[in-house]
């Protein structure tokens, strides 16, 4: 059974920085692009960014470039995604997700699975 689990999230002030990480188990970890995606209260679910299989090549959605790095360790199945200069609107649930796909690629539809979320909230 695949599961990925994040942790990291918490309360942090504007300004501050947080690392999620998410740990996968059940697959084969080095076969799949991860991503991290989020969701704010009453938004949708956007992406955040991506990280090819062997860490070689990322992928950032524009607004995110500069502040977050995501990153990976194949020997640990684990993905992280180091955020820095948080803002108020940086609160969300944050979702890692796994797919046998391009980082370009990577989208709320049709990730193979899905973590359950980490919740980040930056107070102003």
């Known amino acids: 059974q695949v599961q990925l689990v994040e942790s990291g999230g918490g309360l942090v002030q504007a300004g501050g920085s947080l690392r999620l990480s998410c740990a996968a188990s059940g697959l084969t970890f080095s076969y799949y692009t991860m991503g991290w995606f989020r969701q704010a209260p009453g938004k949708e679910r956007e992406f955040v960014a991506a990280?090819?299989?062997?860490?070689?090549?990322?992928y950032y959605a524009d607004s995110k470039k500069g502040r977050f790095t995501i990153s990976r360790d194949n020997a640990k199945n684990t993905v992280y995604l180091q955020m820095n200069s948080l803002k108020p609107e940086d609160t969300a649930v944050y979702y890692c997700?796994?797919?046998?796909?391009?980082?370009?690629?990577?989208?709320?539809?049709?990730?193979?699975?899905w973590g359950k979320g980490t919740l980040v909230t930056v107070s102003s």
């Open positions: 997700a796994a797919d046998r796909t391009t980082v370009q690629a990577m989208n709320v539809r049709g990730m193979d699975y």
């Open positions: 990280i090819s299989r062997s860490g070689g090549s990322t």
